[in-house]
């Protein structure tokens, strides 16, 4: 508690010096224990600059994500009313799910620093080290179990507009749960479920951003196909102000999903990049090629073929071929 008291004042003092006694007599505690505070700061990564009888001040923040920094000015009623959050994890979402099982309330967030076994779809891995947002959020949506793809196109813009409101990038959305930006992968979300015939118990939103990590440290074969953030900002982005977004945005676009299903997919048509070209998509063993013409109400892709059938696809991996 005084340790955060004490780097509030010294955030907000700036790159002016603040002295040891002002800061303790702000506190109510001694100068001495303020110099033991000053020194956990200084562990969890702060660089702080002491300068004899006349104060300290920071000099350089570590960038990592603190629940103090996160909830102050969140403003959310459901969406991260409780953050938990990890240096190192194997996979927010397995951790979400068994949190949601144990019966962790609505709106709950897991997010990690680093993932040591993140999960993409398929039994496919998401390479996670640290720079990034990785976040799953627990969700017990009362709607059909048809409609659970849904949640997937809801996180996606949620994401998106998140991602064009702090780093005011065009992110485009990619059916069914990939953002892009400039033509290559920026995020991915991953979709569990709980359910007993055709009840959702719960549901995991798994998001993942690539925001500030080195691109090098994506295996080669996957380098080319993604981009960060920073890298299409050029510049650092603030994780914190982004996380904030994200959840802001989430918070309206569920509330919008469980209200009234075509809003999603008004807003979903307007960011995507996938419906009016020619596109490849793979999965469960054919690769079907064809246009691309739109989603239907539960969030399938419709698909036209060349001999000018229309087929109707669940899930899948898409390529885009052609611009239409
Ligand atoms: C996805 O799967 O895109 C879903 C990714 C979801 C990740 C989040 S992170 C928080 C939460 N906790 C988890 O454990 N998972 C979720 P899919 O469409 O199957 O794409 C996976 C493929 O993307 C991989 O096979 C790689 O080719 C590629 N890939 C892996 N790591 C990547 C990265 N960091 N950035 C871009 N592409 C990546």
């Known amino acids: 508690m005084y340790k955060e008291k004490i780097l509030n004042l010294l955030r907000s003092s700036r790159t002016a010096l603040i002295s040891g006694e002002e800061l303790a007599r702000k506190c109510g505690i001694s100068r001495t224990m303020v110099w033991k505070h000053i020194k956990t700061l200084e562990r969890d990564g702060f660089v702080i600059e002491a300068v004899p009888s006349q104060g300290y001040r920071i000099t350089a923040a570590p960038d ?97 507009s998140a991602i064009r409101t702090t780093c005011n990038l065009k992110a485009g959305i990619k059916w069914p749960n990939d953002i892009l930006l400039s033509g290559k992968k920026v995020c991915g979300l991953l979709t569990e479920m709980s359910a007993e015939q055709d009840r959702i118990r719960h549901l ?3 998001i993942g951003v ?38 802001r945005d989430l918070e309206l676009w569920y509330r919008a999903f469980l209200e009234n299903h075509s809003a999603i997919i008004n807003e979903w048509g307007a960011m995507n990049v996938t419906v009016g070209n020619r596109v490849a998509v793979g999965g469960a063993g054919e690769v079907l090629e064809g246009l691309a013409q739109g989603i239907d109400h539960e969030g399938r892709l419709l698909l036209r073929l060349d001999d000018g059938t229309i087929r109707t696809v669940a899930a899948g991996d898409v390529t885009i071929l052609k611009k239409g």
Do not use: C
């Open 64 to 160: 990592l994500l603190r629940k103090n920094d996160i909830t102050p000015g969140l403003k959310t009623k459901l969406i991260g009313k409780h953050i938990h959050l990890f240096p190192e994890i194997a996979s927010t979402n397995t951790l979400a799910m068994e949190m949601a099982t144990a019966g962790a309330p609505e709106g709950t967030v897991v997010i990690a620093e680093r993932q040591t076994a993140g999960k993409g779809r398929l039994g496919r891995k998401w390479i996670s080290p640290k720079g990034n947002l990785y976040l799953s959020v627990i969700l017990r949506p009362h709607v059909p179990m048809h409609r659970a793809p849904l949640v997937t196109l809801m996180g996606a813009v949620a994401v998106a």
């Open 204 to 206: 995991v939103l798994g």
């Open 210 to 247: 690539d925001v500030n990590m080195d691109p090098e440290e994506l295996p080669a074969g996957i380098q080319g196909l993604a981009t960060t953030l920073a890298r299409e900002a050029g510049a650092a982005i603030n994780r914190t102000a982004l996380l904030q977004q994200v959840l």
